[in-house]
């Protein structure tokens, strides 16, 4: 599976934004994918991830962000809303195949993509 996120950008405070993460393949909707990110100076961490249709979410973003999937679209997709400065990161998304349980951990995902910069200004 190869993945390919964009989307990121330059936002001010308070904007919303919607990041991407399209994958090859043809098993698209057997996949568990998840979002990770990487701010500077900080180690990678869970955003968030899809496992079919359920969602689960960090606390820093429960609430104003949300994972969705077009499974016809082999395409993830991550909407982010009243962006904050603390959310200015490198955005990863990931992928693993299986479809039970929670993958909340970057060790469980075999595939990455390059990622996608976002900044959040004040």
């Known amino acids: 599976v190869q993945l390919q996120a964009f989307g990121g950008g330059l936002v001010q405070a308070g904007d919303s934004l919607r990041l991407s993460c399209a994958a090859s393949?043809?098993?698209?909707?057997?996949?568990?994918m998840g979002w990770f990110r990487q701010a500077p100076g900080k180690e990678r961490e869970f955003v968030g991830t899809i496992v079919n249709s359920m969602t689960y979410y960090s606390d820093s973003v429960k609430g104003r962000f949300a994972i969705s999937r077009d499974n016809a679209k082999n395409t993830m997709y991550l909407q982010m809303n009243s962006l904050k400065p603390e959310d200015t990161a490198v955005y990863y998304c990931?992928?693993?195949?299986?479809?039970?349980?929670?993958?909340?951990?970057?060790?469980?995902?075999?595939?990455w993509g390059q990622g996608t910069e976002v900044t959040v200004s004040s």
């Open positions: 393949g043809r098993t698209f909707n057997t996949y568990a």
């Open positions: 990931a992928a693993q195949a299986g479809n039970l349980g929670r993958y909340l951990y970057e060790y469980l995902y075999a595939y």
